[in-house]
């Protein structure tokens, strides 16, 4: 199945800042010349910016255009899969409540355990 317009164009800008023809911060061509020299519309353009966006690869600064985003080396890294342990061992609970109320003081880690919808979402018979 061939991929959509947007996705191909976006994919070629991705390509070009991994290749380093756009570098951290460099502003990128604006819609209108992009439309002129690919030949994509606007909306396929703003399309592919958006999912760039969405990848973390572009920001959009208002009305100054589209960056490559600033991104550390520290977030680029893959996560690492932990070692698989086939040995038996006791876990204790205290140690692990312990353990996640000193992490929900970091700020990179949001809880959802607690999270309940509006009652106006819930399907309840009046």
Do not use: C, W
């Not at 023809?21 to 030949?39: A, E, T």
């Amino acid at each position: 199945m061939k991929e959509p317009a947007y996705i191909n164009f976006a994919n070629t800008i991705a390509k070009m800042i991994d290749d380093g023809i756009y570098k951290s911060g460099d502003k990128l061509p604006s819609l209108r010349s992009l439309h002129k020299k690919k030949g994509l519309s606007i909306g396929t353009i703003l399309q592919a910016l958006n999912y760039l966006m969405n990848k973390g690869l572009v920001i959009s600064k208002e009305k100054s255009g589209y960056f490559v985003n600033n991104r550390s080396k520290k977030e680029l890294l893959l996560p690492k899969a932990l070692p698989v342990s086939l040995s038996e061992h006791s876990v204790h609970i205290d140690q692990l409540l312990q353990k996640l109320s000193v992490d929900t003081i970091n700020r990179d880690f949001v809880s959802f355990a607690i999270a309940l919808p509006d009652n106006k979402l819930l399907p309840f018979n009046s």
